[in-house]
Nanobody
Framework: QVQLVESGGGLVQAGDSLRLSCVAS????????MGWFRQASGKEREFVAG????????DYATSVRGRFTISRDNAKNTVYLQMNSLKPEDTALYYC?????????????????WGQGTQVTVSS
């Protein structure tokens, strides 16, 4: 069982940066693939970024590649999402999630554990 708590969201202007954090409970954090997802109002939840258990490989949605960076600190049971050059279309509720997988997966159904989400709003 893993419990996830996100933080770091807020209201920013286009071009600004934010760093989201997700702290996991339990002693098995390093055994999970971690992902960040987002859900804009009226839209489906979509994959944003994922990271392997050791943190040596990452994957990104095309829409955020080059602007967002996912990282993790297994000693702190924490995964981060650094978001730079934010755009109004990045506005969404951002979730972190944990998957018992051997590689990064982008399908929401593969993630068994989810946080409650943190809101990111980007004004133009």
């Amino acid at each position: 069982q893993v419990q996830l708590v996100e933080s770091g969201g807020g209201l920013v202007q286009a071009g600004d940066s934010l760093r989201l954090s997700c702290v996991a409970s339990g002693r098995t954090f390093s055994s999970y693939i971690m992902g960040w997802f987002r859900q804009a109002s009226g839209k489906e939840r979509e994959f944003v970024a994922g990271i392997t258990r050791s943190g040596d490989s990452t994957d990104y949605a095309t829409s955020v590649r080059g602007r967002f960076t996912i990282s993790r600190d297994n000693a702190k049971n924490t995964v981060y999402l650094q978001m730079n050059s934010l755009k109004p279309e990045d506005t969404a509720l951002y979730y972190c999630a944990a998957a018992s997988a051997v590689w990064i997966v982008t399908d929401t159904s593969r993630y068994a554990y989810w946080g409650q989400g943190t809101q990111v709003t980007v004004s133009s």
